[in-house]
């Protein structure tokens, strides 16, 4: 039988790049089999390097929403690019995007752009500590803000698929002061403050988790957390790397009536292309160097690429407004994949926001990392593979969100339920 040409891509990345991938989750180790390449994605589609097409429900891990290649984003790059890649100088086009977030989001006046959304998070981390003068840091467990050394104590995420619980390299120095929480537990969140009152700097939060599985808040946890840090003093973080721009334009602030002193974003901003941001009110972000004395850089922030594609994305994402068609039709995909699984007797439950949903293989409720850890995870890896095998990718991980785009059409849902019906677990 001869070889694939993703098998041969994979064979020659092993021996140039560690575990022949750039990202863990990437390896497919916890759903066995060897990883496709892909050549080119248009719309909802991805192509691998054996000419197969897949309907993608991974989206570059959330940013494409509207899609794969989008003319309009493309010509924006191309105009951009032809004049250059990088100065490391400002440009028109930083102000501009920077405009376009202060405008969607109530809470942020000024915004830092940076290259990631781990970056987003360190700089807040910092941040929050240069204006506190404190050290402490509250996680909660199962969150994922990044492979930041202080923030992988009981990370989610890729750290979840892999079953590391932390990392070697991390020096216990740098994390004593993360104090990890359980995720929508308000009692534990009280009991922490008292304890530590004065000592904590930040709260980070993911406001819908996203990296153990869809996780959405309970109602009073997000309020708990803000009257907690305004009582303390403590700076409460927003991670919506994922969540930013995807749900509405703007934030989920805005829907959960919290707001928050710091945001991260990420993902959508860049239109794909790498890039992170974080943003709040002026007189916080002005701690930031050259105006304070908080220190940080970055010689492709504000990359005129990564810009470019983030204007584009967000003046569509405004004025075609998808956000309530794509959400109807995530909650309809949703209903039927459940019950295409009842039909067949598979125990199931799916959290779902917007147009993000995780289907766990696990009767729930999953309300936090100890009852999405209870996840049947081989059966898991059955399901992506018979779907893979159908034409449909799905990340790689349980532990992981499915997207949605604006690209996604009717018979796409149907090939998608169709191959879901034929799945007997």
């Known amino acids: 039988m001869a ?23 990437r390896a497919f180790k916890a759903v066995g089999g060897k990883p496709i390449f892909i050549e080119k994605a248009k719309g909802q589609f991805i192509l691998d390097a054996d000419g197969k097409k897949y309907i993608d429900y991974c989206l570059s891990w959330g940013p494409m929403l509207l899609g ?25 086009l930083e102000t501009r995007l920077a405009e376009l977030i202060v405008r969607a989001i109530p809470t942020v006046e000024k915004v830092r752009l940076v290259s990631s959304g781990t970056e987003a998070v360190m700089t807040a981390i910092r941040l929050a500590r240069g204006c506190t003068g404190r050290d402490k840091i509250v996680k909660f467990i199962g969150c994922y803000h990044g492979h930041v050394d202080h923030l992988l104590v009981r990370a989610g995420s890729g750290t979840m698929t892999l079953g590391i619980p932390a990392s070697p390299g ?15 537990n308000s009692v534990k969140l009280k009991a922490a403050f008292e304890k530590y009152d004065s000592q904590i700097a930040a709260v980070i939060v993911e406001p819908i988790a996203g990296n153990m599985g869809v996780v ?34 703007g934030c989920t602030q805005d829907i959960f009536g919290v707001k928050a ?34 220190y940080q850089a970055g010689t ?7 810009v470019a594609a983030g204007i584009a994305t967000l003046e569509l994402l405004k004025s075609e407004n998808p956000y309530k068609r794509i959400d109807l ?9 459940s019950n295409a699984l009842k039909q067949s007797g598979i125990e199931h439950s799916i959290n779902r926001v917007g147009s993000m949903f995780t289907l766990f293989f696990n009767p729930g409720p999953v309300t936090d990392y100890a009852s999405t850890a209870k996840s049947d995870t081989k059966k898991y890896a059955k399901y992506f593979n018979h779907m893979l095998s159908a034409g449909i990718y799905l990340p790689p991980s349980q532990f992981e969100a499915c997207f949605l785009s604006t690209a996604h059409k009717q018979q796409d849902f149907q090939k998608t339920i169709k191959a879901v019906q034929n799945f007997k677990g």
């Open 68 to 92: 794969h290649a989008r003319k309009e984003v493309l010509d924006s790059i191309r105009r951009v690019m032809t004049r250059g890649t990088s100065y490391g100088i400002p440009t028109a």
């Open 216 to 249: 959405p808040p309970c109602p009073e946890f997000l309020k708990a957390l803000r009257t907690l840090c305004t009582k303390n003093k403590t700076v409460l973080i927003f991670d919506e790397v994922i969540t930013g721009f995807r749900l509405k334009y």
């Open 300 to 306: 492709l922030s504000g990359n005129p690429l990564c």
């Open 170 to 184: 991390v020096p216990r120095d740098f994390t004593k002061h993360t104090i990890p929480l359980p995720y929508n």
């Open 329 to 337: 039709a995530t909650s309809r995909l949703c209903e039927n994949l």
């Open 3 to 25: 070889i694939s040409r993703n098998a041969k891509l994979f064979s020659k990345a092993l021996k140039l790049i560690p575990g022949g991938v750039n990202s863990p989750v």
């Open 261 to 294: 002193d710091l945001t991260c974003l990420g993902k959508i901003i860049g239109g794909g292309l790498p890039i992170g941001a974080c943003g709040g009110k002026a007189d916080l972000m002005d701690n930031l160097a050259p105006n304070g004395p908080v």
